[in-house]
């Protein structure tokens, strides 16, 4: 037992919950030559935005809480960083993983770097190639000093070619995210979530939308009520609100301007989210992982965003990248409201081993 060898996973925001659960499934295979341990940073705190995704994806609960909540972007980066060193100079693990492109991940793969500590990268290489996004400067950031980086699409392989990333340290194996998807898809086909709304199967649209770019501005946001008031006289709208989308609403007085049409919800645990997703008409979003989700399951996916970093999900998917002209992304909504539907494929590699093929890897070099 002298050699056994540790691991610590980084957790901090939502999409991050759905990409650690498959790869601490995975490791349990090699539980007597290596510990597996979670640290959930706190970015996100709110019961509906944190816990339900731990009961959903069967977590454990984390080994350590950093508690460390909302705050600026230095504010929120720099407290992860001063409590996660904490933590790494404690245990003395051997490999800090981090997934996706949240302040946590920057901030934990940082705090370990400069402890000598390897560092994993999960879901490495995407690129907007718009640095306004902070998901894209933590992006590069992470990629830059990751040991081991994880690549969920070919767009991923190139990107990191291009930035001069050697390519020993770089792995195409699929999406973790879709490992969670594909492995809970016989739980949601059981969930009572469309009798709770009052939808129907295939005649509604589900709408997230939380990207400062959609939802910072009163100007936006009026355009946004707008936009969804008129889908809504064509269909059910069902709108899990985003807490950051939440607020800004109120902020700006237009949360009673919302059509009665518009079923909103508080936001959704994930068993009860992806069933809403796949019995989906159209899902229009400006969320990363639901262009992927919708393009796993076939479902027509509008994004309210001028760039992605999922190409793939629009060269193969089912995905259509609309940007932020509303008048733009309502006319194309009527589209495939009126069976005008984009044909799509799923990725290479989406195929629910992502996680398994990552810690097989893993074993190896720990
Ligand atoms: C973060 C990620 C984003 C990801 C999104 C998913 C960064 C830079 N952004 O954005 O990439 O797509 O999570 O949700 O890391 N709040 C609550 N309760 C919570 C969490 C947040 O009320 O549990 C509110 C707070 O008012 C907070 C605001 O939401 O200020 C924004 O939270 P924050 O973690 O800063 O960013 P997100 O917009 O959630």
Not at 6 to 13: E, L, N, Q, R, T
Not at 54 to 73: I, M
Not at 204 to 210: A, N
Not at 343 to 359: N, Q, S, T
Request: hydrophobic residues 40%; aromatic residues 6%; proline residues 4%.
């Amino acid at each position: 037992m002298g050699n056994m060898k540790k691991i610590i996973s980084v957790v901090g925001a939502r999409p991050n919950f759905m990409k650690v659960a498959p790869i601490h499934k995975a490791f349990k295979k090699h539980e007597d030559e290596i510990t597996h341990l979670i640290c959930h940073t706190g970015q996100h705190y709110d019961e509906k935005m944190s816990k339900v995704f731990f009961e959903d994806l069967e977590l454990p609960q984390p080994d350590f809480y950093l508690g460390v909540g909302s705050g600026s972007h230095a504010e929120q980066t720099a407290k992860v960083m001063v409590e996660f060193e904490k933590i790494l100079i404690q245990e003395k693990p051997d490999m800090v993983l981090v997934v996706g492109d949240v302040n946590s991940t920057i901030a934990c793969s940082l705090t370990a770097k400069k402890l000598h500590i390897k560092v994993v990268h999960v879901e490495a290489g995407l690129r907007s190639f718009d640095m306004e996004m902070p998901e894209e400067v933590n992006r590069i950031l992470t990629d830059r000093i990751s040991d081991y980086l994880f690549v969920t699409e070919k767009s991923g392989l190139d990107n990191l070619k291009n930035e001069g990333v050697s390519i020993d340290k770089v792995f195409f194996v699929g999406n973790v995210m879709i490992d969670s998807l594909f492995y809970y898809l016989p739980k949601s086909d059981k969930s009572n979530i469309h009798i709770e709304l009052g939808v129907e199967k295939g005649s509604y649209v589900l709408i997230t939308l939380h990207r400062p770019s959609n939802v910072d501005t009163k100007e936006s946001l009026e355009k946004l009520v707008h936009f969804l008031n008129v889908l809504s006289e064509q269909r059910k709208v069902v709108f899990p609100i985003h807490p950051r989308t939440k607020n800004n609403l109120g902020k700006f007085e237009l949360l009673k301007t919302l059509s009665k049409n518009i079923i909103l919800t508080d936001p959704i645990g994930y068993v009860d989210f992806q069933a809403l997703t796949k019995n989906a008409e159209l899902v229009v979003t400006d969320s990363g992982g639901i262009q992927e989700e919708t393009t796993a399951l076939g479902v027509q996916c509008i994004t309210l965003r001028t760039s992605t970093e999922r190409p793939s999900t629009v060269d193969v998917g089912t995905n259509q990248l609309i940007g932020l002209d509303l008048e733009k992304a309502e006319t194309a909504c009527l589209d495939v409201l009126n069976g005008n539907k984009k044909e799509g494929k799923i990725p290479e590699l989406w195929d629910g081993k992502a996680a398994e093929r990552i810690v097989e890897i893993l074993h190896k070099y720990v």
